[in-house]
């Protein structure tokens, strides 16, 4: 039996994701940029991994991230998408260590992207849905092994 973590978010910070994500959507291709530029600095080998061109997986990325703040207030219904995603991951050759990176590079870009507003208390929030998140999909690969 899986363990059913989903981010313990207050209303609060579940509208700060939401906000801060909708101010950085009309410089979606710079946060990206920014991401994959960060995530390969810190972790060069995964550079490997993506065997898409840059803008595809960018648009993929950002399209996973918005779905993911939608469903901020039913993340049950998304666990199912989350694991899949997981295990398809686990083909490309991910492997657990990396969620951190992942976690961190977009911390990053998005500190960077937001500056001013992305304050403490919005990091915060960002970090423990991205913790669930990579909880969620973890349990996917486990399934799957």
């Known amino acids: 039996m899986t363990r059913q973590v989903g981010p313990k978010l207050t209303a609060r910070q579940k509208r700060l994701i939401k906000e801060s994500l909708e101010s950085v959507q009309e410089y979606s291709t710079a946060l990206t940029k920014l991401f994959y530029g960060r995530l390969f600095e810190l ?14 997986q960018s648009r993929k990325l950002l399209d996973m991230i918005v779905i ?29 260590e990396h969620y951190e990176f992942i976690k961190k590079s977009l911390l ?38």
């Open 43 to 56: 972790k060069p080998e995964v550079r490997s991994l993506f065997k898409t061109n840059i803008e595809d």
């Open 68 to 96: 993911i703040v939608e469903a901020l207030d039913d993340f049950d219904a998304l666990r199912p998408r989350l694991a899949e995603l997981g295990r398809k991951h686990v083909t490309y050759g991910a492997l657990p």
């Open 108 to 145: 990053w870009a998005l500190g960077r992207a937001l500056e001013m507003d992305f304050d403490a208390e919005t990091k915060a929030a960002w970090n423990e849905m991205l913790d669930a998140v990579a909880i969620t999909m973890l349990e996917g690969t486990r399934e799957a092994g």
